[in-house]
Every structure is written in C-alpha cells, then in structure tokens.
C-alpha cells in the first residue's frame, strides 16, 4: 500500500535551517510528483513547491523562492524539503503530498506531517 | 489572507445539506479544476473531491461539488456528526508563474 512516512519534529533556532524529509513506499517513486504543504497552528494550508523525482526538477512558491530546496534521493525514494533562514512564522506541520502532476492540487496520498518549531 | 475566500465556519443539524463556497478568480478557478480536502484536527487532509465534482473511491456519494466560473462549492448531504471537520478547496493558479493554491478553510460543526 502507498505510504509516505516522514521525519520527526524538530526544534531550530531563528536563522537556521531545517531538513525534512518524506519515504515513500508501494508505489513507483519516479512516477508521481511530490509537493510539500506547510500549516501553521491553526491556520489554513499553504502550497511551498513541487520535485520531479523522475528529472530533479523542481518548482517553488513565490513565497518560498530563494530559502526552499527540495531534492529527491532515487536510491531510498525519499524526498527532502530543506527550508532556510528560519523565522518563527515557519513555525508549522508540513506535509509532503503526492501528484500525478505537477501543475496540480490533486494530492491523493499524503505524509503524516512533520512538526518544526522556531525558537530561540 | 488566501488567494481562494472560504467562509470561516459553517453549521447544520444532523440530517441536513450544508454547502461551503469557495471564491477565486480567473487565474484559478477560471482556468483549473478544483480539489476539496477535509482535515480532522492533528491529521493529514484527505482528498474528498478531485476534478471538480469527482469522488475518490471510499468517499460517500453524500460528499458532491461543483463550479461555475471563478467559484465552486462543496455539498455535504444528510449531515453526520463525523463530518465536523476543516474544510479546504484547492487549485492551480497560473499567475505568478503558476503555483498551488488552498483557500482559507471552513470549519463545518455539526449541532
């Protein structure tokens, strides 16, 4: 069955970065897009990015551009999200989703979230 | 704010239809298909509704959605007490180089 299993929480300080990342089994890795969603404690879901796992190819929210960076290791079918200069604001739950494609929301299998707390 | 307006809260009685609105504009609901996920507190969303109207296997034929234009709405048909959730619409946005967009969400309490 299709699992998508992440890393555990993390605690970081303002400015640095953080590194998580989503295993996926029962499926073929390379075939389906994988997308990373964050939320902020009781806030509402917002979209960070896209990788091809198949090319490495890779697609950011606006938002994000210049502090994201997802990478895929075909090796371990796994997909990282690493997010940089930390603020407290990115304090939240992201959540690695996958897609057939990549200009799309239609995630039908999901990872459990990972919680990352900014503190100092 | 969300580039996709939810209402914030909605509420019926069980036995009821509820629907949830989701607005947007012609960069996204205008010119892509729409997804609904529901959420319940400290889990992952679940796909409810893809393609505008369609079920994903396992979900009920209670669950409907629709669009028109630049909205679309989810229905929620004969109510049940386990569909107090968070309600999320999604879609593509094709400006700003297209991107992944959620709308705020609706948290559906069940009276």
């Known amino acids: 069955q299709v699992q998508l299993v992440q890393s555990g929480a993390e605690v970081q300080e303002p400015g640095a970065s953080v590194k998580v990342s989503c295993k996926a089994s029962?499926?073929?890795?390379?075939?389906?897009?994988m997308h990373w969603v964050r939320q902020a404690p009781g806030q509402g879901l917002e979209w960070m990015g896209w990788i091809n796992p198949s090319t490495g190819a890779t697609k950011y929210a606006q938002n994000f551009l210049g502090r994201v960076t997802m990478t895929r290791d075909l090796s371990i079918t796994t997909s990282h999200m690493q997010l940089s200069g930390l603020r407290p604001d990115d304090t939240a739950v992201y959540f690695c989703a996958r897609s057939v494609m990549g200009a799309s929301t239609k995630f039908d299998f999901w990872g459990q979230g990972s919680l990352v707390t900014v503190s100092s | 704010q969300s580039v996709l307006t939810q209402p914030p809260s909605a509420s019926g009685t069980p036995g009821q239809r509820v629907t949830i609105s989701c607005s947007g504009s012609?960069?996204?609901?205008?010119?892509?298909?729409i997804n609904w996920y529901q959420q319940f507190p400290g889990t992952a969303p679940k796909l409810l509704i893809y393609s505008n109207s369609q079920r994903p296997s396992g979900v009920p034929d209670r669950f409907s959605g629709s669009k028109s234009g630049t909205s679309a709405s989810l229905a929620i048909s004969g109510l049940q007490s386990e569909d107090e959730a968070d309600y999320y619409c999604a879609t593509w946005d094709d400006s700003l180089n297209g991107q992944g967009v959620f709308g705020g969400g609706t948290k559906l309490t069940v009276l």
């Open positions: 012609r960069s996204n609901i205008g010119s892509n298909t």
């Open positions: 029962g499926y073929t890795f390379n075939g389906y897009y």
